[in-house]
């Protein structure tokens, strides 16, 4: 066989094991557990537990009236309350908070600052340490960690709090629907979710011996004792990936972790241009790979072997009269075009784009040398009108 079709096969070979051995990852069925995981339906708490939910927000007054009300109007049963954190935001984030609860109403609000980030600590997470120890003085027993870019449901809360109390959870957590409606976000967009997935199969987190360690930052409720004994934030203020670092952290202390899909929870942040992608994922994808070449090296190669040998098999080997490599090939692109429409349909996009993943994966590609250059040069991760030069990676579990 010519070389192109040993590379055809080696690349179907690993489609047919992400496919069966890697958690089942391309299915999108993960969603609240059920009570205990007995098959029954769940059941609410007794007595509900007092949730704080903390809001870390800066220069976020385009999209805050699409969100905030949507968390000052939770129907929960039990006694809740918002705290939003401005950090140094210049657009009145702050006050736009204050003007949206007084027209709103609902579940009270607090607007608090803390002040520049201290050396060591990334923005958001120094944002989070502030609103957090706001809210332990309240007592509660819960708190609901959620962007500023994200609108729930008015049940949100209710589920979330129920699926922690009535299957004993430390942490939940839902990967927010993320805003798909221009052309470059149906491109990109859920693709950026199956690749995680594929990273972090969420049925390997959700396992009671898990093999994976992961959240979604824009909605994590989380145990109040559980983040006391894991230290957080402290213990991971220096994290980019602070999701990632979040849940990592909570399961060295012992805690039990849950991760899904989310169907009440939406970022409308938008992403119109390829640019604003761009910078989403450069941001944090050296740092995924601790800021390491080797890694970065083997991540290129991985990428090429797996999402772009086959399409470039099946047509050079069509137009070269290669078989081998032709069929090796239009079957693994067909395998990895499969995979991809559950997510597709999650987010009800045609799935014509499913075998378009090869050129979205090139994109992800550059991206992620984009981010190691822009990382060696010095510039780190910049979000907000903040650049960390140096940050660190996730820590390991």
Known sequence: MSTLAWFAFASLAVWVWLLLGQGFFWRTDQRLPPLRGDGHAREEPGAWPRVVVVVPARDEAGVLPLSLPSLLAQDYPGVAEVILVDDGST????????????????????????????????????????????????GPEFLLLTDADIAHGPDSLRLLVSAAVGNDLDLVSQMARLRAESAWERLVVPAFVYFFAQLYPFRWINRPRPRATAAAGGCVLLRTETAAAAGVPEAIRQAVIDDVSLARAVRRAGGRIWLGLAERVDSVRPYPGLGELWRMVARSAYAQLRHSPPLLAGTVAGLVVVYLVPPVALVAGAAGGDAPAAWAGGAAWAVMAGSYVPMLRYYRQPLWLAPLLPFTASLYLLMTVDSAVRHHRGRGAAWKGRTYARPEAAPER
């Open 91 to 138: 657009d009145g984030t702050g006050s736009l908070a204050v003007e949206l609860a007084g027209r709103c109403g609902g579940l009270p609000l607090t607007v608090a600052s803390p002040g520049e980030p201290e050396p060591g600590w990334t923005g958001k997470l120094w944002a989070l340490r502030h609103g957090m120890a706001l809210a332990r003085a309240r």
